[in-house]
């Protein structure tokens, strides 16, 4: 995490030397990347595992407030498993939000998702009355497909037409509930029992796993996003576009065909965490996951993603996203009502925006 | 160090919320905790429900714990609020699930750790719950169909305006109401595949363009309160009440208000209050391994201006909330 968020710090020095070349600007880089390691103090450590310490806080917050059935193993896994759907989300968010973009319709393409999973489960429905094993793999990739191509078209509105992705998003939000209801004949769709419902069971089937297949899966993504933002050519186009557009462009990036690979990519994220939930569903639901959207970039802004762009982090969005199901979970034992929670979730929002703005101070 | 400052910010919130719901809780060590979850927390239903259950917990000595879904009428958060009351280790549950299929898993996770569950209002597909006390639906989509034919002398055109996709209750109602319906040849549907949607914000919009779009209806059923709501409104900002009939589903202050002034001509009134007072005695009685029954109606009442003073109904739509609820 510390890497990634050096790697903004030296893009943002990068493009005032961006008259040299590709192959001098990344010795200049290199050579700053060891400076800037060198200058790190502990202030900035600490702002940059802010997101680390909130959530241990309120983790502590609650074992000492909460009965103790909190810190129980049973509830730990509960709290990962609900965490699944918003943190695989929240991934995908995070490569858009880094790029200065956003996306409003991913609780939308989720919905779209179960529809899809759902409506092709039922076309391979066997005698015996279960999905057979072929179309469970084919939903799944049909689920992620559906998202795909919502993100492909998003990446190719906002890059050739120059509209905001604001706007574009929140066109692609109406649409893709709109085509959910319209697959789903305006209901639930009722699915046979299959493999992919058993992704987010609290306990998983072979019982060495510990954790459900949902949370492994959040697990591995977290890793290949983390790689993907670290080490690939992409990752850093992705931060440098985010720091600044047009520096990116004189640099000679490929801001348009980069910034519909970031839409489709996330929305290929928003697919997987439509699967899971499907998963926790087991009916393909128009309706579901509305709203989702905001509590996914709240777990990317919490986990220091800022909405300018050029910022965030893969393992922050997600313990973001934990911080969320943890007072939510939290919240639920002590009995604390609703709208408590809803203030003080609103409040760390705010006051996770608050400690960025805080952070660049001190910088 | 502005971090700190913050963090006692919300430790003071957090610390102060919990100061507040201990004492609405009482201290409950020792006595059996009950959960009651209900589909959402702001329409007058689920307050009945709520009183009803207080009315109940008080008279049986146990402590019940109120929590719907964070967002209303998401299955998402209804399925976490079950799972957190499973993982806290409640003594029973007695759920209002949003959807029959999608609240299964969470309820079998319940029945797997030993924590009976009783459904309330609508019904889940599965048999692994104790007890389903409910209302039938389907009969009161038949009484609204009555009452909607007679006020408008079984002729006319009609329109129903469906609640939400997937809830298993209004749909049922709503079939009572298209089934019994075309038993009058002479009255015609109009539309009926328009959704009112969870809100009466959307409620009242659907409902506009509806009239906007059917100027010559002479009568609506709508299969919840908020529907009906909507309905409401969009007849009065039309000038149309009175005019077209309007047959409701639940009450609300002034769902009442507008029956007696003869805005609206019938509500099917259920009895949520005995939804919740018997959901957590019959979750009492599987605890204590006590007889109970499998299934239990709470009955339809169709209330009209007419019948709006008597002492059985007046009781029915105006149950002593405030006594139960002592917050």
Same mark, same amino acid.
């Given at each position: ?124 429905? &066997? ?44 066109? #692609?939000?109406?649409? !893709? ?98 699967? #899971? ?12 996951? #509305? ?29 973001? !996203? ?42 | ?19 507040? &719901? ?98 309330? %209002?609508?019904?889940?597909?599965? %048999? ?173 009442? #169709? ?25």
């Amino acid at each position: 995490m510390v890497s990634i968020l050096n790697q903004k710090s030296i893009i943002i020095v990068s493009s005032s030397v961006e008259s040299k070349t590709p192959k001098a600007e990344a010795d200049t880089q290199a050579h700053l990347h060891e400076r800037s390691r060198q200058g790190m103090n502990l202030k900035k450590v600490l702002s940059q595992f802010g997101p680390l310490i909130g959530l241990v806080f309120v983790v502590l917050l609650f074992i000492i407030l909460a009965p103790s059935s909190f810190y129980s193993f049973y509830n730990i896994k509960t709290i990962l498993t609900q965490t699944v759907i918003v943190g695989i989300a929240a991934l995908g968010m995070t490569i858009i939000i880094i790029s200065g973009g956003i996306d409003l319709s991913t609780g939308s393409q989720i919905a779209l998702g179960t529809v899809v999973i759902a409506t092709i489960l039922n076309m391979g429905i &066997t005698e015996a009355g279960a999905a057979s094993g072929g179309y469970v793999v084919l939903a799944a990739l049909g689920g992620i497909l559906a998202c795909a191509v919502c993100g492909w078209i998003i990446g190719l509105i906002t890059a050739r037409f120059n509209l905001t992705p604001f706007i574009v998003t929140l066109g #692609m939000m109406q649409i !893709a509930r709109g085509v959910a209801k319209w697959i789903a004949n305006e209901q639930t769709v009722a699915t046979p029992v299959n493999g992919l419902q058993g992704l987010m069971l609290l306990d998983p089937n072979p019982s060495w796993m510990v954790f459900g297949w949902g949370v492994w899966i959040t697990i591995i993504l977290l890793i290949l996003t983390a790689i993907l933002l670290k080490y690939f050519v992409f990752g850093r186009h992705v931060f440098a576009i985010g720091s600044n557009e047009e520096t990116a462009r004189l640099c000679g990036i490929n801001v348009s065909k980069n910034k519909i690979w970031i839409y489709t990519i996330g929305s290929l994220f928003a697919g997987i965490a439509s699967i #899971m939930q499907y998963s926790n569903l087991t009916v393909g639901d128009p309706t579901a996951a #509305m709203g989702m959207e905001l509590d996914i970039i709240a777990a990317v802004v919490i986990g220091g993603g800022s909405l300018t762009g050029g910022e965030g982090s893969a393992m922050g969005s997600i313990i973001g !996203a934990l911080i969320m199901a943890v007072l939510r979970n939290g919240c639920n034992m002590l009995g604390v009502p609703n709208y408590v929670q809803e203030i003080i979730i609103g409040a760390i929002i705010v006051g996770a925006v608050l400690i960025d703005r805080l952070k660049h101070r001190i910088k | 160090m502005k971090l700190h400052s913050l963090t006692l910010l919300f430790s003071l919130l957090i610390l102060f919320s919990c100061n507040s &719901t201990s004492t609405q809780e009482g201290d409950g060590s020792g006595s059996m905790q009950i959960a009651v979850i209900p589909k959402g927390t702001t329409h007058v239903f689920w307050r009945s429900i709520h009183a009803g259950a207080a009315k109940a917990a008080q008279e049986l000595g146990v402590n019940i714990i109120w929590q719907g879904p964070q967002k209303e009428d998401d299955r998402q958060m209804q399925i976490q609020v079950v799972q957190n009351f499973v993982s806290r280790g409640v003594d029973g549950i007695v759920l209002a699930p949003l959807d029959d299929r999608s609240l299964v898993p969470p309820v079998q996770s319940a029945v797997n750790r030993n924590i009976p569950v009783v459904i309330i %209002d609508s019904d889940l597909n599965s %048999d692994i719950y104790k007890s389903f006390i409910a209302t039938d639906n389907y009969e009161g989509g038949k009484l609204s169909a009555q009452r909607l034919a007679e006020v408008l002398g079984s002729k006319g055109k009609v329109i129903m305006l469906r609640y939400a996709e997937g809830s298993a209750s209004t749909t049922k109602r709503e079939q009572g109401f298209m089934d019994t319906i075309k038993e009058y040849p002479d009255i015609e549907v109009v539309s009926s595949n328009q959704y009112a949607g969870a809100t009466m914000e959307k409620a009242f919009q659907a409902s506009q363009n509806l009239l906007n779009r059917f100027p010559q209806v002479n009568g609506i059923f709508c299969p919840n309160e908020s529907a009906t709501s909507g309905m409401l409104r969009a007849l009065q900002t039309a000038g149309k009440t009175g005019q077209i009939k309007l047959i409701g589903f639940d009450t609300s202050e002034t769902l009442l208000q507008a029956l007696s002034k003869g805005e609206i001509q019938g509500l099917a009134v259920q009895d949520p209050f005995q939804m919740g007072y018997l959901g957590v005695q019959t979750v009492y009685h599987v605890i204590n391994n006590e007889p109970f029954e499998k299934q239990i109606d709470t009955g339809v009442t #169709m209330v009209t201006a007419e019948n709006l003073s008597e002492p059985a109904v007046a009781q029915l739509v105006n149950p002593e909330l405030d006594k139960w609820l002592d917050e």
